[in-house]
T-cell receptor, first 114, second 114 residues
């Protein structure tokens, strides 16, 4: 079946460090891929998305490239800030889905220290 | 404008009791989703409504779970004969349409079954 696997957390970085959070997926066909973020005390919100192979999603300095050959969608940011501390979820919607059913990974907690 | 709201924010109940969880979607959003998030896990899909009808209920774990959206706006998730394993955060999301439209999540209802 369709699934998403993320790197184990927590990830602890110093401010201005480079961030990578790995995400790989298993799916038939051509899924759309997403990163959602949950800041402390807030609801899940969409961070970025990519809907086809080689697309790059970007937002708030974060980027992720849809790599079909490695079935990956790793999240990167060149210089993290304390305000980026949150839980990050990688997710997919199956290519044949017309319902928008999201399949999430288990989440990766990021803690950025000043 | 107002986001997705969910009530109550916390619910403590005893094993075997009945509970109702409410979701108020963003006005004008025709698609509504329920997800369940267990501790340390990503959200898991439960059910999707398009308008008043449940278009996909494949994620409901068993027949103790039921959801309605009688007027195509507010939705209620109903759990009968609650079990300790039902303890989780129940998330609601809405979107303007289905498919790849951005889903906007509410803050969740934290259910604890004693």
């Amino acid at each position: 079946g369709n699934s998403v696997t993320q790197m184990e957390g927590p990830v602890t970085l110093s401010e201005e460090a480079f961030l990578t959070i790995n995400c790989t997926y298993t799916a038939t066909g051509y899924p759309s891929l997403f990163w959602y973020v949950q800041y402390p005390g807030e609801g899940l919100q969409l961070l970025l998305k990519a809907t086809k192979a080689d697309d790059k999603g970007s937002n708030k300095g974060f980027e992720a490239t849809y790599r079909k050959e490695t079935t990956s969608f790793h999240l990167e940011k060149g210089s993290v800030q304390v305000s980026d501390s949150a839980v990050y979820f990688c997710a997919l919607i199956h290519g044949s889905s017309n319902t928008g059913k999201l399949i999430f990974g288990q989440g990766t907690t990021l803690q950025v220290k000043p | 404008g107002a986001g997705v709201s969910q009530t109550p924010s916390n619910k403590v109940t005893e094993k075997g009791k009945y509970v109702e969880l409410r979701c108020d979607p963003i006005s004008g959003h025709t698609a509504l989703y329920w997800y369940r998030q267990s501790l340390g896990q990503g959200p898991e899909f439960l059910i999707y409504f398009q308008g008043t009808g449940a278009a996909d209920d494949s994620g409901l774990p068993n027949d103790r779970f039921f959801a309605v959206r009688p007027e195509g706006s507010v939705s209620t998730l109903k759990i009968q004969r609650t079990e300790r394993g039902d303890s989780a955060v129940y998330l609601c999301a809405s979107s303007f349409g289905a498919g790849l439209e951005t889903q906007y999540f509410g803050p969740g209802t934290r259910l604890l079954v004693l």
